[in-house]
């Protein structure tokens, strides 16, 4: 069972067009990380979101947390071939201490 | 450097043989975690190591897996009779934190690419 789910798995998108990834989970999640990966290298963090209904901007990202801390999404404005690589969103479920467990990610691929 | 550093970066093996995989953490990072990554996918949770306290094994796939960690800093992913399907990316990663929001901010190292022939 994934705990996070994200969709949608693979987004191939023209240079200039907007985008949103979702990550969704039934479990509350103290706070919840974005990261990216690029092709051999490891993930680096983007942004963490920590209180219910919170909003954060980077850039021409956007990331939201859900009212209810089980939910996030990504927006991406005027995407750009810089953009591409694979979107990964991870948490540690509330209740304590509790590993970072990871969702499968979303590949965006942004072609000029 | 002062990022995480993995090695080795590639290691290609034989089935049946036995792999050591190393991660030096960034210094004073009391939380360390391995995490495996196979073509294209996500990452898998293996085993995080928090300060002074008990690991948490329970993403190890099998008991042919194992690690540690030393005086709280290098850590070593063990491999043992390595089957083909243990063909990934091993990546190590560190944080400062291990409570709060910082907690989940990791710093990853760039991986061992491991192939069982």
């Known amino acids: 069972t994934q705990l996070l789910e994200q969709s949608p798995q693979f987004l191939s998108i023209q240079e200039g067009e907007n985008l949103t990834v979702y990550c969704n989970s039934s479990s509350v999640f103290s706070s919840l990380q974005w990261y990216r990966q690029e092709p051999g290298e490891g993930p680096v963090l983007l942004v963490t979101v920590v209180t219910g209904g919170e909003v954060k901007k980077l850039k021409r990202l956007t990331f939201q947390f859900g009212d209810a801390r089980k939910d996030s999404s990504l927006h991406i404005t005027a995407a750009q071939p810089g953009d591409t690589g694979l979107y990964l969103c991870?948490?540690?479920?509330?209740?304590?201490?509790?590993?970072?467990?990871f969702g499968a990610g979303t590949r965006l691929a942004v072609h000029p | 450097g002062a990022g995480v550093s993995q090695s080795p970066s590639n290691k290609v093996t034989e089935k049946g043989k036995d792999v050591e995989l190393r991660c030096d953490p960034i210094?004073?990072?009391?939380?360390l975690y391995w995490y495996r990554q196979s073509l294209g996918q996500g990452l898998e949770f293996l085993i995080y190591?928090?300060?002074?306290?008990?690991?948490?094994k329970s993403g190890l796939p099998s008991d042919r897996f194992s690690a540690e960690r030393t005086g709280g800093s290098v850590s070593t992913l063990t491999i043992q009779r390595t089957q083909q399907e243990d063909s990934a990316v091993y990546l190590c990663a560190s944080s400062p934190a291990t409570s709060g929001g910082k907690a989940g901010e990791l710093f990853f190292g760039e991986g061992s690419r491991l192939t069982v022939l």
């Open positions: 190591f928090q300060g002074n306290s008990a690991p948490d």
């Open positions: 991870a948490g540690s479920p509330s209740g304590g201490y509790n590993k970072l467990i």
């Open positions: 210094s004073g990072h009391t939380a």
